[in-house]
């Protein structure tokens, strides 16, 4: 049997998201909407076409290999039960205002929408690598969800979708210029429309036009930082999410470095804005769950 992370490629999932780990799919509950609906159908097809057993857990999850004695089942709820406690107690920080299981909040950016009259009318598509780029555009402009939209990854895609928007493609390298490169056959000889912040961290534009498609871009929101009264200072031995450019500049803004912290990136863009005293751990795909989760996987290395 194939891997079932070639198995699922195809299916182009947005909301469900493939965990090793605990071998199941686990469901962002953040959000609910019709496609979830679609994409538990595509995933239980596939599974029932591929003679792999599963079962649909309370969070509407999707567990797979189920055929365990009741025994083994209460041991692995207890084993649960007893690891969340744990993970609870960990001192893992996201830098935004995003709630994610088992971390603390320490919003250290904000996010302020820039106002931009815009035709949409010309473009033949749109494109995203934000999802404050999707919401800020969407606080005073509604006609942008009538464009097929490309966006670089599933976090994008689960916003931009339960807005309405018409979601063509969602990037598989889930990183800038790679995404790019992704872009290039799919939108050869049209003209698109990049809606983004004020900072980039790729040469997105400059790939696209060099590739046969007319690209614009449009700037809707820009990142600042929010200047805390105090330093902040967090526990010893603190793991600490980054999950751009602008956290790292605005919590070295507000913080003193210890030694004793991890850093986590979200991604590879991300992890070249580190300064030479911090070397951060790159989790597997760019959202702040998996992220969580790398945390908690180090916690569990270095406790050995």
Sequence with gaps: MKKIEKLI???NLI???YDKGSNSFILDRNYSNEHIFEELIKITYLLSKQNINFF?????SLVLNSRDSLLSKIKRHIDSFMQNIKNSNLNIYILNDK????AKNIPVIKIEPIKVDLDFSSYDALIFTSKNAVTSLNSYNKSWKTKPLYVIAPQTAKVASNLKGKIKFVGKEKHGNEFAYELIPLLKNKKVLYIRGSKVVSDLVNVLNSNDIVCHEAIVYDTVCINSKRKIKLPKNSTIIFSSPSTIECFLKNAIWDESYKAISIGHTTEKYFPPYITPIV????????CVKKAIELERLTSR
């Design 9 to 11: 490629e195809p299916l």
């Design 15 to 17: 909301y469900y998201e």
């Design 56 to 60: 649909v857990d309370e969070n509407k």
């Design 99 to 102: 709630k994610v299981k088992w």
């Design 283 to 290: 989790s597997e795909t760019t959202s702040l769950d998996s």
